[in-house]
């Protein structure tokens, strides 16, 4: 049976993505494996039938991870930045909280900051956007090329970044859809001969007083910050996508990388 490896990109889908693969390989899957990656432990992940992380697609192929088929999952942007900011505001809102405790101090400080805008002000919403810090920037801004492109992003997101991320396309197998997850990891499992299990139940949600509307609102001075990857959706969309119906789909790519051990 093959290795997979599952490049979590925050905020699309990622924990019950996770939950099912847990259910499918139980104790031959790793979860949130940045930090074993960050400590050199390859092997340790390279181990396991499945690992998954938040971890970009550069640092894995610096990496000595050893896996055959290579996942990720994808949202439409603007609603993927709708999220993350809401999940920021919801760190934030108690700072005695363990949740709020819990994250290291570059995250408290973003949350406090998102915490501080008022999204019924578009001009404090432009200016939050200009004013980004580079930490702030690496959460909010373009996240999918972020974690797409084949080497390390700096600064702010622009058409290299852009370009190198459309030529990695191919090196992806597997392409879920939030909107359609479920059917998504059905047809992985079917075609990689995996035996389905039931669906797994997870909890990785909360209500902050940042609303969906609220940013929504905000969508033109926002922008920048999802409109690259809009791109990069749009191609991976049309690369995924079944012929005939016209829907996207979880086939396999069946091309031979150079990346895969």
Not at 75 to 82: S, W, Y
Not at 118 to 136: Q, Y
Not at 210 to 225: G, I, K
């Amino acid at each position: 049976m093959s290795k997979y490896f599952y490049i979590h990109v925050p905020k699309t889908g990622g924990t019950s993505i996770d939950s099912y693969f847990k259910a499918a390989f139980p104790g031959d899957a790793i979860t949130h494996c940045e930090h074993l990656v960050a400590e050199g432990r390859h092997e340790e992940i390279s181990s396991r039938h499945f690992a998954s992380g938040h971890v970009t697609y550069s640092t894995l192929l610096r990496s000595n991870i050893v896996y055959e088929k290579l996942i990720i999952s994808y949202r439409d942007p603007f609603e993927q930045l709708n999220s993350h900011l809401r999940w920021l505001a919801l760190i934030g809102e108690d700072e005695e909280s363990a949740m709020f405790k819990n994250h290291p101090p570059h995250v408290k400080q973003i949350a406090r900051r998102v915490n501080q805008i008022d999204f019924a002000k578009p001009a404090d919403v432009a200016n939050f956007v200009a004013t980004m810090s580079p930490a702030e920037r690496g959460l909010f801004d373009n996240f999918l090329i972020r974690y797409l492109c084949p080497f390390q992003v700096k600064g702010r997101v622009d058409r290299v970044h852009l370009t190198a991320t459309l030529s990695t396309i191919d090196d992806i197998d597997y392409l879920i859809d939030t909107e359609t997850l479920h059917e998504d990891l059905m047809s992985i499992f079917r075609k990689e001969g995996i035996a389905e299990p039931e669906k797994p139940l997870h909890e990785n949600s909360g209500r902050a007083h940042l609303t969906s509307d609220m940013v929504a609102s905000r969508r033109a001075e926002l922008q920048p910050l999802f409109m690259l990857d809009e791109i990069v959706c749009a191609a991976l969309s049309a690369r995924f996508k079944e012929p005939k119906s016209g829907q996207k789909s979880a086939a396999p790519n069946d091309d031979v990388h150079n990346n895969r051990r």
